[in-house]
């Protein structure tokens, strides 16, 4: 059973940077494509970004597109997703999850496995 745990949260000010990341134990971690995704009080949870099992190739939402960057490292089981230009927006529970899946554009309903969050605050 892969677990997925959630790091690096926290209050940043808008026009601030911050890493989030997402260590993965239990599952052959590389195989995968990986990605993150929000949800801020009242809304649905939403796609930000996801990446290949090799890195090569990413995919983001338009919202954050040029702001934010996810990356991974197979050796340390973990992705990540380095976030600059933060909004007030932006502020949500960020959460990472497993695409078992070849399709780098999936929807939500493709990820299998999620991590339990880690919040991100934006204040003006």
């Known amino acids: 059973q892969v677990q997925l745990i959630e790091s690096g949260g926290g209050l940043v000010q808008a026009g601030g940077s911050l890493r989030i990341s997402c260590a993965a134990s239990?599952?052959?971690?590389?195989?995968?494509?990986m990605g993150w995704f929000r949800q801020a009080p009242g809304n649905e949870r939403d796609f930000v970004a996801s990446?290949?099992?090799?890195?090569?190739?990413?995919y983001y939402a338009d919202s954050v597109k040029g702001r934010f960057t996810i990356s991974r490292d197979n050796a340390k089981n973990t992705v990540y997703l380095q976030m600059s230009s933060l909004k007030p927006e932006d502020t949500a529970v960020y959460y990472c999850?497993?695409?078992?899946?070849?399709?780098?554009?999936?929807?939500?309903?493709?990820?299998?496995?999620w991590g339990q969050g880690t919040q991100v605050t934006v204040s003006s």
């Open positions: 999850a497993v695409n078992p899946t070849n399709n780098l554009y999936a929807k939500k309903g493709a990820y299998d496995v």
């Open positions: 239990g599952r052959t971690f590389s195989w995968y494509i």
């Open positions: 990446i290949t099992w090799s890195g090569t190739s990413t």
